[in-house]
């Protein structure tokens, strides 16, 4: 499946966009929310919305037919001079950075989760990236289970999170 091309389940549209574009905020603000619901407050990442442009990332919108956007994701690039030096070791360079996986409830249960990731995870591939990575938390379950099903396994945590004992990161080898 190519981004823009009709190839996902239920004829889900997958449309490379800005991380601030409107429509992509939208989205941003949904994950935020939920983040709240769970663990009250927002993801205090720090997201520059130019780490999800070529070539340093990417940041997709999935529509179906007759509908606007119901779910997203992205990735975002961690080269040598990225990564906090707390967290060499644990993150690579040409690591891609999973963030802002988000499917509409209205939408779920259907395979548009599998198929944006399984898009981030190609272009990370064709972008010479090796593996990808990702911090969710406990608070969780259906996203720990959605990304082990998918062959994620738990590596030690990073980022603004690394002391959070809630925190689970996880990485894929993008390898074969």
């Known amino acids: 499946m190519t981004a823009g091309s009709v190839a996902g389940?239920?004829?889900?549209?997958?449309e490379v966009a800005?991380?601030?574009?409107?429509?992509?905020?939208?989205?941003?603000?949904?994950?935020?929310?939920?983040?709240?619901?769970?663990?009250?407050?927002?993801?205090?990442?720090p997201v520059d919305p130019a780490e999800f442009a070529a070539p340093r990332g990417l940041f997709l919108l999935g529509a179906l037919p007759g509908t606007g956007p119901v779910c997203c994701g992205g990735w975002r690039r961690?080269?040598?001079?990225?990564?906090?030096?707390?967290?060499r070791g644990v993150l690579r360079p040409d690591d891609a950075?999973?963030?802002r996986m988000w499917v509409d409830p209205a939408h779920r249960r259907r395979g548009l989760a599998t198929a944006v990731l399984a898009e981030l995870e190609r272009t990370a591939r064709a972008a010479g990236c090796r593996r990808t990575v990702l911090?969710?938390?406990?608070?969780?379950?259906?996203?720990?289970?959605?990304y082990a099903e998918r062959g994620y396994r738990r590596i030690p945590r990073f980022g603004v999170y690394r002391d959070e004992p809630g925190s689970i990161c996880c990485a894929r080898d993008l390898a074969g």
């Open 9 to 14: 389940p239920d004829g889900l549209v997958l």
């Open 18 to 45: 800005a991380y601030d574009d409107p429509r992509s905020v939208r989205f941003v603000d949904a994950v935020q929310a939920f983040y709240t619901e769970r663990y009250g407050g927002a993801d205090r990442t």
């Open 78 to 87: 961690h080269t040598a001079g990225s990564v906090a030096p707390e967290d």
């Open 97 to 99: 950075e999973i963030k």
């Open 135 to 146: 911090e969710t938390g406990d608070r969780q379950p259906e996203a720990l289970a959605f």
